[in-house]
């Protein structure tokens, strides 16, 4: 009586198709994340946009949520990350640049990390 049951439960969720797997969905993004302390260069792209290389391999872009019109110039900048080690989300850190009126914190609002090919499709200013 319970294989029957447990039979019939088993047919009857492999019939409905809102409980199988749908193939045509991609899986969830893996996350990834980065140490602060791992940036090894970056590139200003714009006011809005910072390419930070971690390690040797790995290019992450960070989009600012707001202008940070010295940091396209500014010959270094600092990455602080913020409750935590890792680097992951927006928000999660802030870029701080020195200006003439003392530092500028930047909030990162968007962080998302380039493929090789991305990567290599990189106009020259923009690779860190």
């Not at 989009?63 to 990455?79: A, M, Q, T």
């Not at 935590?84 to 003392?102: K, L, Y």
């Amino acid at each position: 009586m319970i294989r029957q049951i447990a039979a019939i439960a088993l047919l009857a969720a492999a019939a409905n198709p809102a409980l199988a797997a749908d193939p045509a969905k991609p899986a969830p993004a893996k996350r990834q994340c980065f140490l602060a302390s791992n940036v090894t260069n970056y590139s200003a792209v714009d006011e809005r946009t910072v390419n930070v290389r971690v390690g040797v391999n790995d290019v992450y872009e960070l989009k600012l949520f707001s202008r940070c019109p010295d940091v396209d110039w500014s010959h270094k900048i600092g990455l602080m990350s913020r409750g935590g080690s890792w680097i992951c989300d927006g928000f999660d850190a802030t870029i701080v640049v020195d200006s003439t009126i003392g530092p500028q914190r930047c909030t990162v609002d968007k962080v998302r990390k380039l493929t090789p090919e991305e990567v290599a499709a990189l106009a020259p200013k923009a690779k860190p």
